[in-house]
């Protein structure tokens, strides 16, 4: 006999199995990335360096835990997208990889609730700097630029651009 799952169910990934979702590799390979959830169910981005997938032994490691609760804090309007988009899933649902154009250095933009994050590995030293934290609302839709320069947005139906760098301001 089987048991119907109510959609409650379903959002909760009460499936019995979850699978890595959203995989892609970083610009220069190196890296595979994949959004999983975490002990509490949600979801985070995980790594594997690629020179450790022919080994059979690979050892996934978090490259961004949303671990300040800023996950859950989403506004109407991404809730709504969400669900136009079928994304029932808590934690983090998206990411974007972009090269910075210099050999080693790449960026990946995390959204986390309602901030933008960008991760720097410029071969020395490897950090995330929030470059938005919903001054003039929840961003909507952001993507790096082509040279990981920028990232755009979308706020109340204006575009934005804002460095990846923290300490800008949004034009």
């Known amino acids: 006999m089987s048991k119907q799952l109510g959609s409650e169910e379903v959002a909760a990934g009460a499936l019995g199995y979850v699978i890595p979702i959203k995989t892609a590799f970083s610009p220069e390979g190196d890296l ?3 959004l999983f959830p975490d ?3 949600q979801r985070q981005l995980f790594s594997i ?33 969400r ?4 994304l029932f899933t808590a934690g983090i649902s998206n ?9 080693n250095h790449h960026r990946v933009l995390v959204p ?3 901030k933008l994050f960008v ?8 950090n995330y700097e929030a470059v938005y934290e919903s001054a003039l609302g929840s961003a909507i839709d952001p993507h790096l630029s082509p040279d990981g320069s920028n990232v755009a ?7 934005y651009v804002t460095s990846a760098k923290a300490g800008s301001n949004p034009v």
């Open 112 to 114: 986390v609730g309602d």
């Open 39 to 41: 002990s509490t169910g």
């Open 153 to 159: 947005f979308v706020v109340k139906n204006d575009l």
């Open 95 to 103: 990411y974007e990889w972009s090269s910075t154009g210099e050999s």
């Open 83 to 86: 669900e136009r988009m079928r």
């Open 119 to 126: 991760y720097t590995d410029d071969g020395k030293e490897k």
């Open 32 to 34: 595979l990335t994949y």
């Open 49 to 81: 360096k690629t020179s450790e997938l022919s080994g059979g032994s690979a050892n996934p490691t978090p490259l961004f835990e949303s671990t300040d609760g800023s996950a859950g804090k989403i506004s109407l309007e991404e809730q709504l997208r």
